[in-house]
């Protein structure tokens, strides 16, 4: 049975939450946009809601994998452009508004990738700018074969520069350019292609293989999978030599390890093995 809670992100008491999380399997949480009347635009209030959900289920010894979901045709359509349209009548046009929205999109950003748990993307519908850029954020994709993807700022004045920086960490150079300057929508079957997301399947399956994943990675050793979390994106920002050396000696660490001793213990014994994640 799944059991449902709600965050208390809301404007008022009389709206509905901002977001809906869910625990359909052991180990796996499902975080899901509520803002479909909205495009799941990432307003203020919702970059705040997934900020302090992203830390407070890395924190949750009950979670092991989470499944980012959406409700409505559009996973997300980036920054809440009417929120951000609505401070040009401040005393400064905007700009200390544009400095704490962009910070604050950022720091959420990071707090996906800091996460000790895997973040699956289930993309039903469209995602751009930002949005586009929360689905390359995620550590895995889902998306449905008719989800669209774009960085459009181009196409208003506004350089998708932000979401540029997770986007260009994810698919080649050259793709990357060509997405940023054109602002043209990419397709999900391109999308994989381009290694944007895993996968591109039927609408109906997005949000049971999302599920069925985590569910595969929340069997495994939690210290071991946020070992690997962490050394994966460490690495990949270091030169080749010191990416070894770092990768190396995350693996004598990680083989001293309570988990690893009954991991190959129990491949060697062919058993089972018990995670104790120490």
């Known amino acids: ?117 895997p973040v699956i993307a289930a993309v039903q519908g469209t995602a751009t700018a930002a949005g586009c850029q929360l689905v390359a954020t995620c550590d895995l994709a889902i998306a449905a074969d008719s989800a669209q993807f774009c960085t459009p700022g181009v196409n208003i004045g506004l350089f998708c520069s932000t979401p540029m920086v997770a986007l260009s960490r994810n698919v080649g150079r050259k793709r990357a350019m060509e997405m940023l300057l054109t602002g043209d929508m990419l397709s999900a079957a391109d999308a994989v292609e381009y290694g944007l997301i895993n996968r591109a399947v039927p609408a109906a399956e997005v949000l049971p293989q999302a599920i069925a994943l985590a569910e595969t990675i929340a069997a495994k050793s939690p210290l071991t999978v946020a070992i690997g979390k962490r050394a994966f994106y460490a690495q990949a920002e270091m030169p080749l030599s010191e990416a070894y050396a770092y990768a190396a000696q995350v693996m004598v660490d990680n083989m001293m390890t309570r988990d690893a001793e009954e991991g190959i213990g129990a491949f060697l014994g062919k058993r089972p093995p018990e995670w104790k994640g120490r």
């Open 1 to 117: 049975m799944s059991e449902r809670t709600m965050t208390a992100a809301k404007a008022t008491s009389a709206e509905e939450p901002l977001l809906n999380l869910e625990r359909p399997r052991p180990g796996v949480a499902v975080l899901t946009l509520n803002r479909p009347a909205a495009r799941n635009a990432l307003s203020v209030a919702m970059l705040d809601a997934l900020h302090k959900a992203f830390a407070a289920l890395g924190a949750d010894t009950t979670v092991a994998a989470i499944v980012l979901a959406a409700n409505g045709p559009v996973f997300s359509s980036g920054h809440d452009l009417k929120e951000l349209t609505a401070h040009r009548a401040d005393a400064d046009k905007g700009l200390a508004f544009y400095s704490e929205a962009m910070t604050r999109c950022s720091a959420m950003m990071q707090a996906i990738v800091a996460c000790p748990k």
